[in-house]
């Protein structure tokens, strides 16, 4: 079953579950947006809450950047097909999001490129383990039951896994 609701499931589980791992407080996640009159094709929400953070340090550029492109590779992961962000239309604002947060920190585009290439790679062997698996799958099975889930149901399911 690849329909949009069930990618979109693993999209936002993927961000879910490494935001998670990485810290933040996953206020809620959803499929269909959260935002009045967005864009059509935003087909879920993740509302991730990292707490108080200096912006300009290099761990937490890493977190959002991992966090960012988690769910494009959970999507990879479940699809069997790896695609780059940049070019596939649905993960297109992923990429993006995540070169304008990693911009301030690279003056070269191509070490930017390579950055978040090497993030994708990383998560991608991460994401793919057993258990990390299990947990980005039960997160995606329940927001697919349940529309939208909140910080102690994420909290529960994650912990459960991982």
């Given amino acids: 079953m690849d329909d ?5 499931a693993y999209h936002e589980a993927g961000h879910v579950v490494v935001g998670y791992l990485l810290g933040a407080r996953i206020d809620e996640v959803r499929l269909g947006s959260m935002i009045e009159d967005c864009l059509p094709n935003r087909f879920g929400d ?9 912006d300009r340090c290099c ?10 492109l988690a769910g494009p590779v959970a999507e990879m992961i479940y699809i069997a097909e790896r695609l780059h962000p940049a070019h596939h239309g649905p993960w297109k604002s992923d990429w993006q999001q995540a070169a304008e947060r990693s911009a301030e920190s690279f003056s070269d585009p191509e070490k930017q490129t390579r950055f978040l290439e090497a993030v994708i790679v990383t998560l ?8 990390f698996w299990a ?3 039960a997160i995606s099975d329940e927001l697919l039951a349940h ?6 149901q994420i909290a529960e399911t994650v ?3 991982l």
Avoid: F, P
């Fill in 4 to 8: 949009d609701e069930t990618l979109t």
């Fill in 46 to 54: 993740c509302m991730i809450n990292w707490g108080r953070i200096n």
């Fill in 59 to 68: 761990w937490q550029l890493q977190r959002e950047v991992m966090t960012i």
């Fill in 124 to 131: 991608h062997e991460k994401m793919s383990g057993e258990s």
């Fill in 135 to 137: 947990a980005v799958a």
């Fill in 147 to 152: 529309e939208s889930l909140e910080h102690e």
């Fill in 159 to 161: 912990s459960y896994w």
